[in-house]
């Protein structure tokens, strides 16, 4: 079991507020990911669920039971660094195995479990290097083959794969997804990088300065955004903002904006009847994937403008283009087969069902 609760925790470094009135649960075997820009106060917190920081007020809990006053040897938790924290001089075995020597835990017992859990993340061929000698991959299978092999309540990882390029980047995901599903144990993962987020957590904390911003399912964070520091965030490119002026005419609501009048459909245009929006400034989101250049989507859309392409980047299977609607920076992402380019005016339109609405306050 490896449930967690953080009541009221609130963290300060002298005068400055790190952590502001935390609550949290995470359930026993999710994958949780903190996430968010520096200095929001990931780290900090899982610092203070490992027992490295104490809270300045508030309480943590690990099934049930308070932990404030345990060390951190005795919260049953193995934590992943960024650095991998390896001993140079100890060989892949001997690092493994060093938690439960600690431990007294007899030596049959040991080999065995060092021998498993090198089958589960592929280092049995390398039990007898030194870590200067492996990759930063292998170095990093080693730093969590010496998590895992304690068999914790709790797997705590900060920024494990920041040090990695790209390509191990993603295979080192697919990794650390596929252990999760075979350990089944709880996973609480801090990371700056949405896409790490979105791929590897069951549930997604967002912070910024110190506060959640919204806890969620990855789909629910980027379809369903409770403010516009997570719309932001979350998804690349980030989401289209536009400033506009509501008007409501009976059930019929519509946003200007650039000289466009666009409509909304009843649930979104009821929020804003309800909530006495007219000729109030609203900011207007929409994902650069639901701003479309094809003319099949156009012949159908309810939103139609023009606008000069500034900017072309392909990326393979998809291509961004960049433009301006009034004085407004845009991106689409559309099919890789579009033939617009920078200087060509193009038609685009949007998906109106797509379009967030935020106070701007």
């Not at 390398?126 to 292998?138: C, E, I």
């Not at 400033?243 to 650039?258: H, K, Q, Y």
């Not at 009843?266 to 009847?273: D, E, F, G, M, V």
Request: aromatic content about 8%; overall charge neutral; hydrophobic content about 40%.
């Amino acid at each position: 079991m490896g449930a967690i609760q953080l009541k009221n925790v609130t963290k300060k470094f002298g005068d400055q507020m790190v952590i502001d009135d935390l609550n949290l649960s995470i359930e026993d075997g999710s994958f949780t990911v903190l996430v968010g820009p520096s200095g929001c106060g990931k780290s900090t917190t899982l610092r203070m669920i490992t027992g490295l920081d104490e809270p300045t007020s508030g309480d943590i809990y690990i099934d049930g039971k308070k932990i404030n006053d345990l060390t951190p040897g005795k919260r049953d938790i193995a934590m992943v660094f960024q650095n991998y924290a390896l001993y140079p001089t100890m060989t892949v075995r001997e690092n493994i195995e060093f938690g439960l020597e600690n431990k007294k835990v007899p030596k049959e017992e040991r080999k065995k479990r060092v021998q498993e859990i090198c089958e589960v993340v592929g280092l049995t061929q390398y039990l007898d290097r030194k870590p200067a000698t492996l990759s930063g991959g292998q170095r990093q299978r080693v730093a969590l083959a010496r998590a895992m092999v304690k068999q914790p309540k709790v797997f705590l990882m900060d920024e494990p794969l920041s040090n990695l390029d790209a390509k191990l980047r993603g295979q080192m995901r697919v990794e650390i997804s596929k252990l999760h599903q075979r350990l089944e144990t709880t996973i609480i993962y801090v990371t700056h990088d949405q896409t790490e987020a979105m791929t590897l957590g069951t549930r997604i904390v967002v912070m910024k300065d110190g506060v959640i911003q919204q806890v969620d399912t990855p789909q629910n964070l980027y379809e369903k955004p409770q403010n516009l520091f997570v719309a932001g965030f979350m998804g690349s490119p980030q989401m289209n903002f536009l400033d506009a002026v509501v008007r409501i005419n009976g059930t019929a609501v519509t946003l200007e904006v650039a000289g466009q009048s666009i409509p909304l459909p009843p649930a979104k245009a009821k929020k804003l009847i309800d909530g006495g929006y007219n000729g109030k400034t609203v900011v207007m989101g929409i994902r650069p994937e639901d701003v479309y250049d094809s003319e099949m989507f156009i012949e159908t859309a309810k939103c139609v403008f023009s606008s000069t392409i500034k900017v072309y980047e392909l990326l393979g299977a998809e291509v961004f283009l960049y433009f301006d609607l009034g004085e407004f920076p845009m991106t689409a992402r559309v099919d890789p087969r579009s033939n617009a380019r920078p200087g060509d005016t193009v038609r685009f339109a949007f998906d109106v069902e797509k379009i967030h609405v935020f106070d701007k306050e």
